[in-house]
């Protein structure tokens, strides 16, 4: 193989890699909202039923992000430390939502 054929092959291995980089690092992101988003929503209701949903929804977006954390950090798409951190955070604001 090549030179140009080998730094073709590159350029495509690089950009395959930099989208499944990107779903991770946006899939993480977007789970970190909308659970932020869920539990404001706690803290607004008022109706005893839709804050149990609300808590059953929350508590299976944490399981995701989780995973998907977990996963980016097994791939080196980010920092362990990084990840211990966020998932301390969402943590915290979870047993938070659990007292309310």
């Not at 350029?11 to 930099?18: A, D, E, F």
């Not at 909308?34 to 508590?59: A, C, G, M, V």
């Amino acid at each position: 193989m090549n030179k140009e054929q080998r730094n073709k092959k590159d350029v495509k291995q690089n950009t395959r890699n930099r989208l499944i980089n990107k779903r991770y690092t946006s899939t993480i992101k977007s789970l970190n909202r909308s659970f932020i988003s869920k539990i404001k929503l706690i803290e607004i209701e008022k109706d005893d039923k839709t804050k149990i949903e609300l808590k059953q929804n929350i508590s299976n977006i944490l399981k995701q992000f989780y995973s998907f954390v977990d996963k980016a950090v097994k791939k080196n798409i980010i920092h362990k430390n990084r990840a211990a951190r966020k998932k301390s955070n969402l943590n915290k604001l979870y047993k938070t939502c659990n007292n309310i």
